[in-house]
């Protein structure tokens, strides 16, 4: 069964920090590349940050560039996501999701989905 599950949520302050973990299971972990999605309240949801499958190539949206950082431990099949400086704006339901074909913010490509997380942070 393929499962990815986050973790690592919860409630902060503005300019704090958090971790996210998204854990992968059932599947070629090495295989795909992980994307972490956001979604607030009354929004779509928007893609801001990849890792590639082949030589952990990272791409960030725009809103989170220079304050977020994604990683992936193969061994684990665990990406990461660091989070540093978080504004109310941050707040979302946060999700990971995998792409064997290829890799980007475009959520249509992505073929299994975490949960998510909740991350909120107030100001």
């Known amino acids: 069964e393929v499962q990815l599950v986050e973790s690592g949520g919860g409630s902060v302050q503005a300019g704090g920090s958090l971790r996210l973990s998204c854990a992968a299971s059932?599947?070629?972990?090495?295989?795909?590349?992980i994307g972490w999605f956001r979604q607030a309240p009354g929004k779509e949801r928007e893609g801001i940050s990849c890792?590639?499958?082949?030589?952990?190539?990272?791409t960030y949206a725009d809103s989170v560039k220079g304050r977020f950082t994604i990683s992936r431990h193969n061994a684990k099949n665990t990406v990461y996501l660091q989070m540093n400086s978080l504004k109310p704006e941050d707040t979302a339901v946060y999700f990971c999701?995998?792409?064997?074909?290829?890799w980007g913010l475009g959520e249509n490509e992505y073929d299994y989905w975490g949960q998510g997380t909740q991350v909120t942070v107030s100001s």
């Open positions: 059932g599947f070629a972990f090495d295989d795909y590349a």
């Open positions: 999701a995998a792409d064997v074909t290829g």
């Open positions: 890792i590639s499958s082949s030589d952990g190539s990272t």
